[in-house]
């Protein structure tokens, strides 16, 4: 009975410890809010919102900005 949950519970453990680790700064929060909202909201393919994540964040950097 108890194994659903606790299966549920540990990937939201680990979620949460993957978002602290990862979101250091404003922009990463912000694609991070955006593709939650694109997948919850707009039954976007998770795979686009990874690369367009992706290209967002490498932008300035493959821009030299």
């Known amino acids: 009975f108890g194994g659903p949950a606790a ?12 978002g602290r680790a990862s979101i250091v700064d404003w922009p990463t929060a912000a694609i991070a809010v955006l593709a ?16 367009c994540a992706a290209l967002l964040r490498a932008a300035p950097f493959l821009l030299h900005l």
Do not use: C
């Not at 540990?10 to 410890?17: I, K």
């Not at 939650?36 to 690369?51: F, H």
């Open 36 to 51: 939650t909202v694109a997948i919850q909201r707009g039954r976007v393919n998770p795979a686009w919102v990874i690369l």
């Open 7 to 18: 299966h549920v519970a540990l990937m939201a453990g680990v979620t949460v410890q993957l």
